[in-house]
């Protein structure tokens, strides 16, 4: 669950994260960390969902526990893009499938 600021550069938007120099670094750096995760990038991006979810129910019990779920989603979440940039597997779907699974993540830290 990487929230991005987006802005609209000549008609077009795009992430301020992705395009600043910080955000570069930071998403290469990862994507040598990970990029030998024997995984394909859209199983890790589902699989933060599943962490948001342990969190969710996670929460009545510890809300410690719950805070820690939420972060490690956050994290897992921040290494698909890098990793599919990094093995060269970016796609559209994988894109697709990225916001729609941050929407999921982001709908559990709500309720």
């Given at each position: 669950?990487?929230?991005?600021?987006?802005?609209?550069?000549?008609?077009?938007?795009?992430?301020?994260?992705?395009?600043?120099?910080?955000?570069?670094?930071?998403?290469?750096?990862?994507?040598?960390?990970?990029?030998?995760?024997?995984?394909?990038?859209?199983?890790?991006?589902?699989?933060?969902?599943?962490f948001a979810l342990l969190a969710y129910f996670a929460y009545e019990y510890n809300g410690?526990?719950?805070?820690?779920?939420?972060?490690?989603?956050?994290?897992?979440?921040?290494?698909?893009?890098?990793?599919?940039?990094?093995?060269?597997?970016?796609?559209?779907?994988?894109?697709?499938?990225?916001?729609?699974?941050?929407?999921?993540?982001?709908?559990?830290?709500?309720?």
């Open positions: 669950m990487v929230y991005h600021i987006y802005i609209s550069v000549r008609g077009k938007e795009t992430s301020m994260l992705k395009n600043s120099g910080f955000g570069q670094g930071i998403s290469k750096l990862l994507g040598k960390l990970f990029r030998n995760v024997p995984l394909h990038p859209n199983i890790i991006t589902v699989s933060s969902v599943f410690w526990h719950s805070l820690g779920l939420f972060l490690f989603a956050f994290f897992v979440d921040a290494i698909d893009g890098a990793v599919a940039r990094a093995k060269g597997m970016q796609t559209r779907k994988g894109a697709f499938i990225d916001g729609m699974c941050d929407r999921v993540g982001e709908f559990f830290i709500i309720l």
